[in-house]
């Protein structure tokens, strides 16, 4: 089993930056490609970034490239997601997830962390 532990949520304003955390414990995820989902209210999950599992390669959802980073230390057993220049719309509770493979679709994931609220006020 993996268990997957967000951190670094918060209250920010407009244009701003936060650091997201992923902390994985129990079995490794350095075999897994992870994934950064997030959720407003009613609105779907919906994709944010993905990382293989190497950190060689990612891809990003159109609403945040070149805003976004995510990255990944496997020794860590952590992955991070660097938010810049943020918006309102970016307001949501932002989930990590662990895959086999990567991918943009939250079904294909296999494992969740419990979320971590980033509100960004305008």
């Known amino acids: 089993q993996v268990q997957l532990v967000e951190s670094g949520g918060g209250l920010v304003q407009a244009g701003g930056s936060l650091r997201l955390s992923c902390a994985a414990s129990g079995r490794t995820v350095s075999s897994k490609s992870m994934g950064w989902f997030r959720q407003a209210p009613g609105k779907e999950r919906e994709f944010v970034a993905v990382i293989n599992w190497s950190g060689g390669i990612n891809q990003y959802a159109d609403s945040v490239k070149g805003r976004f980073t995510i990255s990944r230390d496997n020794a860590k057993n952590t992955v991070y997601l660097q938010m810049n220049s943020l918006k309102p719309e970016d307001t949501a509770v932002y989930y990590c997830?662990?895959?086999?493979?990567?991918?943009?679709?939250?079904?294909?994931?296999?494992?969740w962390g419990q979320g971590t609220q980033v509100t960004v006020s305008s």
């Open positions: 997830a662990a895959a086999w493979l990567m991918a943009t679709n939250p079904t294909e994931y296999n494992y």
